[in-house]
């Protein structure tokens, strides 16, 4: 992570704290919880997983405060050092956290809240976004759980390059494979939808409740409620 990235990250934290401190600000994490309460999951006193925690500024401070336990996954061991001093009370863990999903190599068996606030990109041994997760992080699920992710409904608002290019055809083609019937450039939100709902439901879960929040031009934030019948 580059010195711009971290001063923006930080100073980005700052006012967000400062904002929700004064109630003049809903991050989307805050929008998803706040949510899942009106669908009846308390999101207090919870276990949490998050395996894409880069230094714990964009999401993970959000529902710190919410956990008695968190497990907080990074792969960078130049970010470790930060992601500690800035979320003290998580469980860091150092790694792959896609490996450590197959491998059945969390440290609990389920989780209350599971959050993949993945890179919007290709990255690793042929990853692309949270796609690699799916659906073996379902099973990680406690009975009733929150599971919160960012979607790419439009690639080219994304820096993939432009179409033809390599990068750009490569990353194309696993979305397709991951939103089956879709181009792989634009993944209508309701399409994308429905496949999570799928698999979930594949996975042995109701859908009681979901609820979307847009972040910025590229990403929005899907968060789903679910329970074990």
């Keep these: 992570m580059g010195t711009m990235m971290f001063l923006r990250d930080y100073a980005v934290r700052r006012f967000v704290e400062g904002a ?10 805050d ?19 998050d395996v894409f925690a880069r230094m714990g500024l964009i999401n993970t401070r959000d529902f710190e405060p919410r956990c008695d336990y968190l497990e907080c996954w990074e ?45 919007p990109c290709l990255f690793g041994h042929g990853y692309c976004e949270h796609f690699d997760h799916f659906p073996d992080i379902l099973d990680y699920g406690a009975p009733r759980c929150v599971v919160a992710f960012d979607i790419i409904p439009d690639l080219r608002n994304a820096n993939s390059g432009s179409p033809g290019e390599p990068y750009f055809e490569q990353w194309r083609q696993r979305r397709r494979e991951f ?6 450039v634009t993944v209508p939100v309701d399409h994308a939808r429905e496949v999570y709902r799928t698999m979930m439901i594949s996975r042995g879960f109701r859908v009681v409740g979901e609820t979307l929040v847009p972040r910025n ?9 679910l329970e074990r019948p």
């Design 31 to 49: 929008v998803v919880l706040e949510t899942a309460e009106l669908y009846g999951f308390p999101c207090h006193h919870m276990a949490a997983l």
């Design 75 to 119: 792969i960078d061991p130049k970010i470790i050092p930060w992601l500690r001093r800035f979320v003290p009370r998580a469980t860091v863990r150092e790694g792959d956290s896609i490996a450590a999903t197959r491998e059945r190599r969390h440290a609990r068996s389920h989780y209350d809240l599971i959050v993949l606030d993945n890179p």
């Design 217 to 225: 031009r590229m990403v929005t934030f899907l968060g789903y409620f």
């Design 179 to 184: 939103y089956p019937g879709s181009d792989g």
């Design 20 to 29: 929700r401190r004064l109630n003049r600000l809903k991050t989307p994490m």
